[in-house]
């Protein structure tokens, strides 16, 4: 009976680890812990117009062929990813029985969200936008960060890269010693996959912005997974990290998405203040980005951050929004003590699947930089090393809701094996 019991149980872990495990199959000849950046023209000019040549990457570092992957910019299903053989065995690997009773969201036909029905007062299903929710009603998913809770933070994330001709952006980054949370979008690791591999040589927090950047509460389950997956296998293919962290598009995240994250080990990062660069030059005088930069950049002056810091939401989607960034962060290193990554303010030591970059707590960054002008530099671990006593509780490669759900089919096995 003993026997028995212990090939249910192994059974039950191989059940538990099925999707949790999917990136161990992923390839790369990138080695993380030894980014060496090809130097062509295109990743060292800091003219817009040659950074954003195209070129073909070295065979011996990168090999992308088309019919692999999903048609850039476009669903992830598309180009038959929703029928590979791999990615079938990842969807059949969830137990979608599990999934939450959470309709796709549909759009008006003047572009804004259809709620017609919803009740949007009370926000059930913890959506985002249509109330800003970001602590999930839903039982066993990853609870959102939004916030860095370290006072006098300022929680430094880009979204929308890699952008071709961010290199004279990475090099002030460089320069001022700072690491961000970069949100990088599968398509664009796809065309520009140096870029994604100047993330990680620079130390770089490298985080999911999805394939396609789309309204990912309007994509149904396939579609959701299938933006996950690809993402997190094209940017494995060009850096040899895989992320364990995401941004919805636009912000729009519902329990259903927040759901399937959680199938593959995706914990959600949002913000809790928005510059809206993006709208600089778009409609939207370049002025009145620059007022909220200061608004924001006095709150570290006047106490505001006395009690915990902040997540602020920019972009590296053009030379615009990089070149504010450029401006505003000597005045933000003033006003704040400490400029980190997500990743640090968080205590997330091992912000990718593989467990071999680490980065410091924010104490060690503290340690670090005792002048408080600087990035949370990554140190490197040779192996998947135990969590820092420090680390938060989503640093570890399984996360909690994951570990109960183990628990619950354990004891379900073995509550049938009791039974022979």
Sequence with gaps: MLAKLAACAALAQGIQLVSADYWSNF????NPLNVKVPQITQTTSIDPVTECTYYTPDPSLITITPTDWPSNWLTATTNGMNTSAEFTALYNSINWANAPNISVRTFNTDGSM??????????PDCWWTVSGCTVPKLQDVNADIYKCPEPDTWGLSYDDGPNCSHNAFYNFLQEQNLRASMFYIGSNVMNWPYGAMRGVQDGHH????????????????????????????????????????????????????RWIATQLNLTTILWDYDTNDWQAGD???????QNTY???????NNGSMA???NIVLTHEINNTTMQLAVENIPN??????HVVNVATCMNITYPYMEQTVAFPSFSQFIAQNSSGAGGAASSITTGAGAQSSSSSSSSGAMSSAQANAGVAILMTVVAAALAL
Excluded: C
């Design 27 to 30: 390839n790369s000849s990138v």
């Design 114 to 123: 259809n709620t017609n029905g919803y009740d949007v007062a009370n926000d």
């Design 206 to 257: 490298i985080a999911s912005h999805t394939w396609s950047h789309q309204y990912m509460t309007t994509l149904t389950n396939q579609e959701v997974l299938a933006e996950f997956y690809y993402t997190q296998k094209m940017i494995h293919l060009a850096t040899g990290v895989t992320p364990r962290y995401w941004r919805a598009p636009y912000g729009d995240v519902d329990d259903r998405v």
């Design 283 to 289: 409609g939207v005088p370049e002025s009145t980005v």
């Design 294 to 300: 200061n608004e924001f950049i006095q709150m570290g």
């Design 307 to 309: 009690s915990g810091g």
């Design 332 to 337: 933000m290193l003033k006003s704040y003590k």
